[in-house]
């Protein structure tokens, strides 16, 4: 199935995700950067997000970063324009298990993530070569897969 992978923005945090440790971190507003690899085929796609783990106990952000999985998928909008929506994080599901440290960290990502979304496709049922909806944000809202 054709697909295209981008992770390029990922090299930027690289070494901090190494390290368990990220700069820059707000301890009120945290930190985020979305969508830091990309693997996309026509009509879904799944994103790997970075984030800063929140402390309940401290009510703060801390600099240990959080990887997650992210699903978005692209259907038709009620004036039949291409358009994306969110469907959720499925980290609960299919968390990041990628060796950053690894000298094949790229491949592994790559295959990691081509193989979560194939699951993702399997288990509910969305596709790769038509749109997911049409017009009716509200009945994937309400699926409450993730």
């Known amino acids: 199935m054709a697909y295209k992978f981008n992770c390029s923005y990922l090299d930027t945090y690289r070494n901090e995700i190494i390290n368990r440790k990220l700069e820059n971190v707000n301890e009120e507003n ?3 950067a979305w969508g830091v690899a990309v693997l996309e085929m026509e009509w ?3 994103e790997l997000n970075l984030s800063a783990v929140y402390s309940e106990a401290d009510e703060t952000y801390t600099s240990e970063p959080d990887l997650s999985y992210f699903i978005c998928l692209r259907g038709l909008d009620n004036f039949n324009c291409p358009d994306w929506i969110s ?4 980290d609960h599901l299919f ?5 950053f440290a690894a000298d094949d960290w790229k491949e592994k990502l790559e295959k990691e993530m081509y193989d979560v979304l194939q699951k993702v496709i399997e ?3 969305f596709k790769t070569n038509e749109p997911n909806f049409h017009g009716d944000y509200e009945a994937i ?3 409450g897969i993730f």
């Open 44 to 46: 879904i796609d799944i």
């Open 123 to 125: 288990k509910y049922g």
């Open 87 to 90: 469907a959720g994080y499925i």
């Open 141 to 143: 809202a309400l699926l």
């Open 95 to 99: 968390p990041v298990t990628v060796d």
């Open 30 to 32: 945290g930190f985020a």
